[in-house]
């Protein structure tokens, strides 16, 4: 199971942060990724990482949020800086049941309930 914290409500330029938290024992580090989804919009892959902590971004967020993780505690984080209005919607937390990232949903197992992350101009 994964359960995600942090996200609210912040004005365009702020900054947010959220982690994800797996419970469970696996026998690898499984890929964690970030996907979103607004109102009205299918969801849309935003960031993963994979065991060996490669990391792969949508286009629109490299260089502003950060995805990093911690084995040891079996978490993932999604550091979110210079937001913008269009990063708005629910922010969900996924899983894998293998190390390689994927830009995919359909690839992971697992998800969070979701966390809504608010920018406002």
């Known amino acids: 199971q994964l359960a995600e914290s942090g996200g609210g409500s912040v004005q365009a330029g702020g900054s947010l942060g959220l982690t994800c938290t797996a419970t469970g024992r696996s026998s690898v580090n499984p890929a964690m990724a970030w996907f979103r989804q607004a109102p009205g919009q299918e969801r849309e892959f935003v960031a993963a990482?994979?065991?060996?902590?490669?990391?792969i971004y949508l286009d629109s967020v490299r260089g502003r949020f950060t995805i990093s993780r911690n084995n040891a505690k079996n978490t993932a984080y999604l550091q979110m800086n210079n937001l913008k209005p269009e990063d708005t919607a629910v922010y969900f937390c996924?899983?894998?049941?293998?190390?390689?990232?994927?830009?995919?949903?359909?690839?992971?197992?697992?998800w969070g309930q979701g966390t809504q992350v608010t920018v406002s101009s």
């Open positions: 990482i994979s065991g060996a902590e490669n990391i």
């Open positions: 996924a899983a894998r049941t293998i190390e390689d990232a994927s830009y995919y949903d359909t690839s992971y197992a697992f």
